[in-house]
């Protein structure tokens, strides 16, 4: 599923601001 | 629900309807001062012939990136919302795959203006009548209709924070690595949420009318992928060249 929602997770990985 | 853990106390309760307020507020797209200012703002009849005249493709692409900002900042209330992040990667994925759109348009209410039917898009207010041209009346009237139906139920910007977590946590969704983590942390929030509806003296039946706005969500985000589809269909290289990356990745 990672891989399917590169973008979905690298928005999760990103820290809040 | 009858079999809800007995060691959630008042004060655990009351910190995470703050935290969910908090995180609200700081990712909800608009401040509802800026929505009230703009309410006599609504498309001129020629602004509205405008959309209406746009190649279908192009309005089409305009709201999948207007549907895709708006769901950066679910992103992002998701992050914020306690527990959200302890759970695995896939289940975050799997719950902001098929709820983030469903909180999109739990929060077009706030952007609703109810009494000439008109939604904030691009700028100004729009009616029903300037997204013609996207071929999905019945979508469209739907998703009115449900922004008109919150809108009548007069929740707090607490309330719709606490409702909107309640439906990014729903514990049903296929593919759930961690169902139970995901059940926990649900009905956690819909006891914040019952615990903020009863502070505020509003009736039971508040409660029971946003449980069954469950279904009518879910009705609307599977609609939305169903003329997706058959817009896709139609116009593959619009959608592939044109449309926001996570847009296709979320409802591809």
Redesign the interface.
Known sequence: ??E??????Q??QNS?S | SGDMSPTVSMDELEHLAQNISKSHMETCQYLQEELQQSTWQTFLQDEVECYQSKPKEVMWQLCAVKITEAI?YV??FA??IDGF?ELC??D???L??AGSLEVVFIRMCRAFDTQNNTVYFDGKYAGPEVFKVLGCDDLITSAYDFAKSMCSLHLSEDELALFSAFILLSSDRS?LQEKSKVEKLQQKTQLALQHMLQKHQRGEEILTKLICKVSTLRGLCSRHTETLSAFRAVYPDIVRAHFP??YK??FG
């Open positions: 599923l990672k399917k929602h590169k973008i979905l997770h928005l999760l809040t | 950066q992103v992002e992050k914020r992040m990667q896939n975050q994925i799997v902001l795959k593919w990356p996570l990745e979320l």
